[in-house]
């Protein structure tokens, strides 16, 4: 379970790391969160303590928490600027 779980973070790192595209990098945050999340719950089940789903709803209610943030920034960037590109946003200066 604990090799899903980095297999989960590793392949959200890696797209925050090749995508360019904000929405594709919110979106491997997210599988980025889930990694964790899992193993939390695997070792929380493996030890019989509940901590680890105490853990699995505070990484969900942080990773709700970052897609709302996350999706307003990028709605707020998209209509002012038309910027979709993470590179293209440290070209903004006010």
Known sequence: MLAIAAALFAIG????????GVLFQLLSLEIMLS?????????????????????????????????????SLYLRLSRIADVTDSDSISDLQG
Do not use: T, Y
């Open 13 to 20: 790192l890696f797209g925050v790391m090749a995508r360019r």
């Open 35 to 71: 990694g964790p999340a899992l193993a939390f719950v695997a070792a929380g089940s493996a030890r019989g303590d509940p901590q680890g789903q105490g853990m699995f709803i505070l990484i969900l209610v942080l990773a709700a928490a970052e897609v709302a943030i996350g999706l």
